[in-house]
């Protein structure tokens, strides 16, 4: 079956050292992939899209890439403060719905 | 005032009760879309209309209901709430883009919670 999967349920980066999280999918080759961020309570909020023939995505500090040869997408955060601790969310367009991964807790340690 | 708006943002509730969460928004999209999230489990679409005369059934929709009154308004229903209904729930929207490429508002979300 189709999947796209977030690896990593949490991780721990130290202030000032770039995040990276994977988003991988398999059975299938997504036209487009997008990331959101969720804070604690909150709803989802978009981030970045990236299409197929991208090979990268760039948003300030934000970069997501897309290799559809390993079937992964990686979200980076450069210089990455407290404030970017967070979930993100990894999603993809699926006959016109999006269909997302669990996501990755991200926590940047002061 | 948020573009999408979702009430109410929490309820706690008994098993068997009926329950309707309601969404409404100001972006004029067309599109809107019922999750529920639970922990580890990400978010899961349960239903969802591409516009007023459009209802879809996403990946898990045993046991909800919708309705989309208005371009505006798309309502989600509990017919008869069990707890492992409970859950965060959240409404998005999104307008008709070029395919592949749309991308969705969320709400603040609604908590239930089913005892």
């Known amino acids: 079956s189709q999947k796209i999967e977030q690896n990593s349920e949490a991780l721990n980066i130290q202030e000032g050292k770039t995040a990276t999280l994977t988003c991988n999918y398999t059975?299938?080759?997504?036209?487009?992939l997008q990331w959101y961020r969720q804070d604690p309570g909150r709803g989802p909020v978009f981030l970045l899209l990236?299409?197929?023939?991208?090979k990268e995505k760039r948003k300030e500090r934000l970069k997501v890439t897309f290799d559809t040869t390993l079937k992964q997408s990686l979200f980076h955060i450069t210089a990455s403060q407290p404030a970017d601790s967070a979930t993100y969310l990894c999603?993809?367009?699926?006959?016109?719905?999006?269909?997302f991964g669990k996501g990755t807790r991200l926590h940047i340690l002061p | 005032d948020a573009d999408v708006t979702q009430t109410p943002r929490n309820r706690i509730t008994k098993t068997g009760k009926r329950i309707m969460l309601e969404c409404s928004q100001t972006?004029?999209?067309?599109?809107m879309y019922w999750y529920r999230q639970d922990p580890g489990l990400g978010l899961r679409l349960i239903y969802y209309?591409?516009?007023?005369?459009?209802?879809n059934k996403g990946e898990i929709s045993d046991g909800y209901s919708v309705s989309r009154q208005a371009q505006a308004k798309f309502s989600l229903s509990l017919e008869s709430a069990i707890p492992n209904q409970t859950a965060l729930y959240f409404c998005?929207?999104?307008?008709?883009?070029?395919?592949?490429?749309?991308?969705?508002?969320f709400g603040a979300g609604s908590r239930l919670t089913v005892l």
């Open positions: 209309s591409f516009d007023v005369k459009d209802i």
């Open positions: 972006k004029g999209h067309d599109r």
């Open positions: 990236i299409r197929e023939n991208e």
């Open positions: 059975n299938y080759s997504p036209a487009y």
């Open positions: 999603g993809e367009n699926r006959d016109d719905k999006i269909i």
């Open positions: 998005a929207t999104s307008e008709e883009g070029p395919p592949g490429a749309n991308v969705l508002t």
